[in-house]
């Protein structure tokens, strides 16, 4: 069980993921055994969850998960992809990208936690999270789909360069290598490695990291408008992220926290933010 006081399970509409909240916090759950690979109906939970934490005020930041201990996730469910048609094939990753730039942008953290396996598209979805942290020997990651004469359709070939750099990325994805989360983490490819007990001891580590950045420890809503600057700001040219930073920061300065902020530091007392 969570240490943190979320809601109970909600199972959404396709059964694939389920969504609890709670201090601050949004628990996104893959869920799709044995190896909780997506498929549409996976990708369409996954959009309804985000819209969920997104309009949630009281959420503040959402961490991804996957059910059992072995798999964060394996990827697309590749039986799935032998019944189907190539246009369906070609929508099914047209939504897989818009759910996930939609996660990408939404003006809240996001943390990816890896317990077990992260393979394929698995490490798509990872990949659009805002940090990724993995526990010990728990599994690899990589992106294998060379081997199924494909490539990382779901954003791999985008995300991983923007990672890793052009000759990294194309040594991972044509070879098609799995890797320790020890050596993702030399890459950068993910942010933390902790050692844990056991997988319920990692998630409640997780989730009481995704709290830090919450309402009163974090201005959340600065929190989340940094991760905008940089998600956005790294794909246009810099005058125009500079401009864009401006505008976030206008925002910023007009809020209750950047008040509460500026009056605690000349008040010599620690801040209470509210995120607003």
Known sequence: ?????????????????????????????????PANGYSHAMMRDIDEAVLMARFDDAVHVIVVAGAGEKFFCAGADIAMLNDVTPSFKYQFCLHANETLLRLEHTPKLVIAALGGHCVGGGLEIAMACDLRIARKDSGKCGVPEIALGVLPG?????????????????????????????????LGLVNEVRATGSDDEFLNGVLAYAQSFCPPNKASLS???????????????LESGLALERELQARLFSSLDAKEGIAAFVEKRPAKFQGR
């Open 1 to 33: 069980m969570t240490t943190l006081a979320l809601s109970t399970p909600k199972t959404l509409a396709n059964g694939k993921v389920t969504y609890r909240s709670g201090a601050g916090v949004a628990l996104l759950t893959l869920t799709n055994p």
């Open 154 to 186: 779901t954003g791999g070939t985008q995300r991983l360069v923007r990672i890793v750099g052009k000759s990294r990325a194309i040594e991972l994805m044509a070879t098609g290598r799995l890797m320790a989360y020890e050596e993702a983490l030399t």
């Open 223 to 237: 929190v989340g408008l940094i991760k905008r600057a940089v998600q956005t700001g790294a794909e246009i040219p």
